[in-house]
């Protein structure tokens, strides 16, 4: 479970930059490094295997009806992907140590920083999709909280929101993208996905699947048009920017398409879609770095170039297009991260980031000078440098494809371009910041070197810059192989990583691009006079105003469907429902189908014709709301016995039972209400409701006479057949609420409970005014608990309470169970509130309703844990017969205890919401008049 540590490290050692903040600004650092280093020794000790070729697959079933499984996976491609995460990110916690301020919250910020870590080593190592796309969100969200560290600045909030919407909204399309791939290949498990290209490409969903992963990928890599959002981005702390566009954020995007390469790539869609745009932002970004004032937006606009450099490559129909790719990846974290790093270290020095301003900084930081030009350098793609071996290797790749007919030329001319500006603003870096005569205004002077400390991470990064450009085969050669086999499944093509390969055309595309910066930077004022006449867009304000728009739309539609009408969402909802089954019965030639229906007696027609004449009735006096509830209570007691007409006894007894609390509930509430209902709708509006109603009900007739008289298949049979054998109850309708589907059942008391603990919510302390007369002006009877009532609830009482006992007994072989039972004890208790009055019901049961209902919820939870100490699964009853002397044989269930959970939440949720209607009514005032 070696794997498995190195994802949990991080995330357990969240907690440790907070502890050892109290000891000091270094302990912290310490705290935060900790973690990472072991996880960077764990993963170094798979080195030999992952180089080998060989591919660590751990696997734990979690949710496997849903293809989730807790499955990771280390192969080339994720050993150096967490590795560069791992470590960058110490070097990068290094630097944060002397970069942050005394008055900054540093153990937050190294807890938010961990939390990244852990999300994207979660990214890197995922075998399942499904669970990669998981922390593929996180990394969304902890990216959001470290963008947005400095909260105190408008800039940085607002540049978190604006990742986290487009990132959020790549996630969206990716979640869509993924699901689309388990239902083509049936399987969420990337070795599986990864052999069934094939079958992939040859699936019609294939372009969805390709377009909605793409949307994922480019809105993570802000890849063109999606790119607005990296630059805002720079508001974080120089850090963050280090390490998210180095290692981490940024790459999880390319980091998709390697993964998925060998199964989505190989068709026209992946090399027209990816390659032109990995073009577009690779010129977009290349040309607007130039024109940026800001240090770290100059280095924002240069990693979306590098990121479409990436993306092409990996777009390109080439064999070597994928290892170019990845050896650029490599090349570029070590140079941007140290470019960052020089970058903060110059603003933390100096003030400003305004490259303006900020000049002749040779003479004053001679040592991060130097490291921050040979970084420069590197990007710019000179050679002895890492950059240069990759660019050569991507001018070579961009000369072998044959993407565009007779202008494939285009795509090398545009590159070479894009390389010139790419030397153009490293020369801008180089030139303006540490050359180009004095400082102007620095908010800090003099300017000096930073902590010996600080720019260590820096020189590491640097080194390997000059190593790797200069003796690849003995740096990064087995490493690059080990990615680019975990990427193209072992399938690698022939390359090579010498620092000369003759004079041939990539060199000389080199050279033009070197000679083509030269020109373009010595042309810059030129150039800076033309761009600023060009109309300025803020990214950050067209977002706003988008979003803006976005939300002014949603409410304009909220206004127009929610307008508070209980009409309007009936109508809207019936009108919604009508069109459904028109759609639905459109199809049918007849709507009588083969099935005979069931003959209809003398008795059934009255209870029907009463039943329809009562709920007609309903709607007639609905505005007196006395009598509409007293002929509703009629529809509910004649659903019953349809109920019972149809053998269905225990649905009787609970629609009973329902409509007794129910009614209670009702008078109690009307008790508050005027007696009428005033008339607010128009005549026009009561005959479109008419309208809608007859046409909803006929509808929904004729849907019922389809249905009716065709034959079905019902899952009635199976629980027929295993009632007894599997649930051990004759009862088939509380087996399947206490056993089959007790899970549903766990989840319904759960939310009785909590919306009774809500209702108590809202009516606690509230006291409303207590009628005094009624409706008709008379004064409401002095006698307030009647002597009728009062005794004949000392009577019933205990009668139902030995009925509950009786129902609830019986209930797993004859009609009853938990839920009528709890009902029928909550109507005999609230009958004493009714006739006692509230003061003298409570002093004779001092219970706590909540403590009842939340008890019920954690018996009946509890009894489906506890069939996980016997390796069953959750909520997994079990049965038994046991014999007694004098008694005999009988029989036991754990069900019961399910059942007793049920009738506990039942009374418990039921009287907290009824007794406290009670309590509404209790008004001094009231008392001394009555």
Same mark, same amino acid.
């Given at each position: 479970?070696?794997?498995?540590?190195?994802?949990?490290?991080?995330?357990?050692?969240?907690?440790?930059?907070?502890?050892?903040?109290?000891?000091?600004?270094?302990?912290?650092?310490?705290?935060?490094?900790?973690?990472?280093?072991?996880?960077?020794?764990?993963?170094?000790?798979?080195?030999?295997?992952?180089?080998?070729?060989?591919?660590?697959?751990?696997?734990?079933?979690?949710?496997?009806?849903?293809?989730?499984?807790?499955?990771?996976?280390?192969? @080339?491609?994720? =050993?150096? /992907?967490? +590795? !560069?995460?791992? #470590?960058?990110? $110490?070097? %990068?916690? &290094?630097?944060?140590?002397?970069?942050?301020?005394?008055?900054?919250?540093? @153990?937050?910020? =190294?807890? /938010?920083? +961990? !939390?990244?870590? #852990?999300?994207? $080593?979660? %990214?890197? &190592?995922?075998?399942?999709?499904?669970?990669?796309?998981?922390?593929?969100?996180?990394?969304?969200?902890?990216?959001? +909280? !470290?963008?947005?560290?400095?909260?105190?600045?408008?800039?940085?909030?607002?540049?978190?929101?604006?990742?986290?919407?487009?990132?959020?909204?790549?996630?969206?399309?990716?979640?869509?993208?993924?699901?689309?791939?388990?239902?083509?290949?049936?399987?969420?498990?990337?070795?599986?996905?990864?052999?069934?290209?094939?079958?992939?490409?040859?699936?019609?969903?294939?372009?969805?699947?390709?377009?909605?992963?793409?949307?994922?990928?480019?809105?993570?890599?802000?890849?063109?048009?999606?790119?607005?959002?990296?630059?805002?981005?720079?508001?974080?702390?120089?850090?963050?920017?280090?390490?998210?566009?180095?290692?981490?954020?940024?790459?999880?995007?390319?980091?998709?398409?390697?993964?998925?390469?060998?199964?989505?790539?190989?068709?026209?869609?992946?090399?027209?879609?990816?390659?032109?745009?990995?073009?577009?932002?690779?010129?977009?970004?290349?040309?607007?770095?130039?024109?940026?004032?800001?240090?770290?937006?100059?280095?924002?606009?240069?990693?979306?170039?590098?990121?479409?450099?990436?993306?092409?490559?990996?777009?390109?129909?080439?064999?070597?297009?994928?290892?170019?790719?990845?050896?650029?990846?490599?090349?570029?974290?070590?140079?941007?991260?140290?470019?960052?790093?020089?970058?903060?270290?110059?603003?933390?020095?100096?003030?400003?980031?305004?490259?303006?301003?900020?000049?002749?900084?040779?003479?004053?930081?001679?040592?991060?000078?130097?490291?921050?030009?040979?970084?420069?350098?590197?990007?710019?793609?000179?050679?002895?440098?890492?950059?240069?071996?990759?660019?050569?290797?991507?001018?070579?790749?961009?000369?072998?494809?044959?993407?565009?007919?007779?202008?494939?030329?285009?795509?090398?001319?545009?590159?070479?371009?894009?390389?010139?500006?790419?030397?153009?603003?490293?020369?801008?870096?180089?030139?303006?910041?540490?050359?180009?005569?004095?400082?102007?205004?620095?908010?800090?002077?003099?300017?000096?070197?930073?902590?010996?400390?600080?720019?260590?991470?820096?020189?590491?990064?640097?080194?390997?810059?000059?190593?790797?450009?200069?003796?690849?085969?003995?740096?990064?050669?087995?490493?690059?192989?080990?990615?680019?086999?975990?990427?193209?499944?072992?399938?690698?093509?022939?390359?090579?990583?010498?620092?000369?390969?003759?004079?041939?055309?990539?060199?000389?595309?080199?050279?033009?691009?070197?000679?083509?910066?030269?020109?373009?930077?010595?042309?810059?004022?030129?150039?800076?006079?033309?761009?600023?006449?060009?109309?300025?867009?803020?990214?950050?304000?067209?977002?706003?105003?988008?979003?803006?728009?976005?939300?002014?739309?949603?409410?304009?539609?909220?206004?127009?469907?929610?307008?508070?009408?209980?009409?309007?969402?009936?109508?809207?909802?019936?009108?919604?429902?009508?069109?459904?089954?028109?759609?639905?019965?459109?199809?049918?030639?007849?709507?009588?189908?083969?099935?005979?229906?069931?003959?209809?007696?003398?008795?059934?027609?009255?209870?029907?014709?009463?039943?329809?004449?009562?709920?007609?009735?309903?709607?007639?006096?609905?505005?007196?709301?006395?009598?509409?509830?007293?002929?509703?209570?009629?529809?509910?007691?004649?659903?019953?016995?349809?109920?019972?007409?149809?053998?269905?006894?225990?649905?009787?007894?609970?629609?009973?039972?329902?409509?007794?609390?129910?009614?209670?509930?009702?008078?109690?509430?009307?008790?508050?209400?005027?007696?009428?209902?005033?008339?607010?709708?128009?005549?026009?509006?009561?005959?479109?409701?008419?309208?809608?109603?007859?046409?909803?009900?006929?509808?929904?007739?004729?849907?019922?006479?389809?249905?009716?008289?065709?034959?079905?298949?019902?899952?009635?049979?199976?629980?027929?057949?295993?009632?007894?054998?599997?649930?051990?109850?004759?009862?088939?309708?509380?087996?399947?609420?206490?056993?089959?589907?007790?899970?549903?059942?766990?989840?319904?008391?759960?939310?009785?409970?909590?919306?009774?603990?809500?209702?108590?919510?809202?009516?606690?302390?509230?006291?409303?005014?207590?009628?005094?007369?009624?409706?008709?002006?008379?004064?409401?009877?002095?006698?307030?608990?009647?002597?009728?009532?009062?005794?004949?609830?000392?009577?019933?009482?205990?009668?139902?309470?030995?009925?509950?006992?009786?129902?609830?007994?019986?209930?797993?072989?004859?009609?009853?169970?938990?839920?009528?039972?709890?009902?029928?004890?909550?109507?005999?208790?609230?009958?004493?509130?009714?006739?006692?009055?509230?003061?003298?019901?409570?002093?004779?049961?001092?219970?706590?309703?909540?403590?009842?209902?939340?008890?019920?919820?954690?018996?009946?939870?509890?009894?489906?844990?506890?069939?996980?100490?016997?390796?069953?699964?959750?909520?997994?009853?079990?049965?038994?017969?046991?014999?007694?002397?004098?008694?005999?044989?009988?029989?036991?269930?754990?069900?019961?205890?399910?059942?007793?959970?049920?009738?506990?939440?039942?009374?418990?949720?039921?009287?907290?919401?009824?007794?406290?209607?009670?309590?509404?009514?209790?008004?001094?005032?009231?008392?001394?008049?009555?």
């Amino acid at each position: 479970m070696a794997l498995a540590l190195i994802i949990a490290l991080p995330f357990l050692g969240i907690c440790l930059p907070l502890f050892f903040e109290r000891f000091g600004r270094s302990a912290c650092a310490f705290g935060a490094g900790l973690a990472p280093l072991m996880a960077l020794i764990l993963l170094m000790s798979k080195r030999t295997a992952v180089f080998a070729g060989e591919v660590e697959l751990v696997t734990m079933p979690w949710l496997p009806e849903l293809g989730l499984n807790l499955s990771l996976r280390l192969d @080339g491609l994720g =050993f150096l /992907f967490a +590795l !560069l995460i791992l #470590g960058i990110g $110490l070097l %990068v916690i &290094l630097y944060a140590r002397y970069y942050l301020s005394k008055s900054e919250p540093m @153990g937050r910020f =190294f807890s /938010f920083f +961990l !939390l990244f870590m #852990g999300a994207m $080593l979660g %990214v890197v &190592l995922s075998e399942n999709l499904l669970l990669m796309l998981l922390f593929w969100e996180l990394t969304s969200l902890s990216s959001f +909280l !470290l963008i947005g560290f400095w909260n105190h600045r408008s800039d940085a909030r607002q540049g978190a929101r604006m990742a986290l919407t487009v990132t959020g909204g790549g996630g969206l399309a990716l979640l869509a993208g993924i699901l689309l791939i388990g239902h083509i290949v049936g399987s969420y498990e990337l070795t599986t996905v990864l052999a069934s290209g094939d079958l992939i490409r040859g699936s019609s969903l294939y372009p969805v699947t390709l377009i909605l992963i793409l949307l994922g990928v480019f809105t993570k890599s802000a890849q063109f048009p999606f790119h607005f959002w990296l630059p805002q981005a720079m508001a974080a702390p120089t850090p963050v920017s280090a390490f998210l566009h180095s290692a981490t954020m940024v790459k999880a995007g390319v980091f998709l398409l390697a993964r998925l390469y060998p199964a989505l790539s190989d068709s026209e869609w992946w090399f027209y879609m990816v390659s032109l745009t990995g073009l577009a932002t690779l010129l977009i970004g290349a040309v607007m770095a130039l024109f940026q004032h800001d240090l770290k937006g100059l280095l924002a606009y240069s990693t979306i170039s590098h990121l479409g450099l990436i993306t092409l490559l990996f777009g390109l129909d080439s064999r070597l297009g994928p290892v170019a790719a990845i050896f650029h990846i490599i090349n570029h974290a070590t140079f941007k991260a140290s470019l960052f790093m020089a970058a903060g270290i110059i603003d933390h020095e100096t003030g400003t980031r305004d490259m303006r301003r900020v000049n002749g900084m040779l003479k004053y930081m001679p040592h991060t000078a130097a490291l921050a030009m040979v970084a420069s350098l590197a990007m710019a793609g000179v050679p002895l440098l890492n950059g240069f071996l990759s660019k050569e290797m991507f001018f070579a790749e961009t000369l072998d494809q044959h993407l565009l007919g007779s202008f494939y030329w285009t795509i090398p001319a545009l590159a070479t371009l894009a390389s010139a500006f790419s030397v153009a603003y490293s020369l801008r870096f180089v030139h303006d910041v540490f050359f180009n005569g004095e400082p102007v205004d620095l908010p800090k002077y003099p300017p000096h070197e930073p902590a010996r400390y600080m720019k260590i991470p820096v020189e590491i990064l640097v080194l390997l810059c000059l190593l790797v450009g200069t003796v690849p085969a003995y740096t990064v050669a087995p490493l690059l192989a080990a990615a680019v086999a975990g990427s193209l499944g072992g399938d690698v093509p022939e390359y090579s990583l010498a620092i000369w390969h003759g004079f041939n055309l990539p060199l000389a595309m080199s050279f033009v691009a070197l000679g083509g910066g030269l020109l373009i930077y010595s042309l810059r004022k030129w150039a800076f006079r033309w761009y600023e006449g060009l109309p300025r867009v803020d990214s950050l304000h067209v977002f706003s105003l988008v979003i803006g728009n976005i939300a002014a739309t949603a409410r304009w539609i909220t206004v127009r469907m929610e307008n508070g009408s209980l009409q309007r969402y009936l109508a809207l909802m019936l009108v919604s429902s009508l069109l459904v089954v028109v759609y639905a019965l459109t199809p049918l030639q007849s709507l009588r189908g083969s099935a005979p229906l069931t003959p209809l007696d003398g008795i059934t027609v009255v209870g029907l014709v009463i039943l329809a004449l009562s709920s007609a009735m309903t709607v007639i006096f609905h505005r007196q709301r006395l009598m509409a509830l007293m002929v509703l209570s009629v529809v509910g007691l004649f659903v019953a016995l349809v109920f019972a007409r149809f053998s269905a006894p225990d649905l009787a007894l609970t629609q009973i039972s329902v409509e007794v609390v129910t009614i209670i509930l009702l008078i109690l509430a009307l008790f508050f209400m005027p007696d009428r209902t005033p008339v607010e709708s128009s005549s026009l509006r009561s005959f479109r409701d008419l309208i809608i109603a007859s046409t909803f009900g006929t509808m929904v007739a004729l849907l019922a006479y389809a249905v009716l008289t065709r034959p079905y298949d019902s899952i009635a049979s199976f629980f027929l057949e295993n009632s007894v054998s599997g649930g051990g109850g004759t009862n088939v309708v509380n087996v399947i609420l206490v056993d089959f589907r007790g899970f549903d059942t766990l989840g319904e008391i759960a939310v009785l409970a909590v919306a009774a603990v809500g209702i108590y919510g809202l009516l606690h302390g509230l006291r409303l005014p207590h009628p005094i007369r009624d409706y008709g002006g008379r004064l409401w009877s002095a006698d307030r608990h009647p002597m009728a009532l009062d005794t004949l609830s000392r009577v019933l009482l205990p009668m139902a309470l030995l009925i509950s006992v009786f129902i609830f007994l019986r209930g797993h072989n004859l009609p009853g169970g938990g839920f009528i039972a709890g009902l029928i004890t909550a109507i005999a208790l609230i009958l004493q509130y009714i006739s006692h009055g509230v003061v003298w019901s409570q002093e004779r049961q001092p219970y706590s309703y909540h403590g009842i209902a939340g008890l019920g919820v954690l018996i009946a939870g509890l009894t489906g844990i506890g069939s996980w100490l016997f390796g069953r699964p959750f909520l997994t009853s079990a049965f038994g017969h046991f014999h007694l002397p004098l008694i005999g044989e009988f029989e036991l269930a754990t069900a019961m205890l399910f059942d007793l959970g049920v009738y506990l939440a039942v009374v418990g949720a039921t009287l907290l919401i009824l007794s406290n209607l009670g309590h509404v009514s209790q008004d001094e005032s009231c008392k001394e008049v009555l």
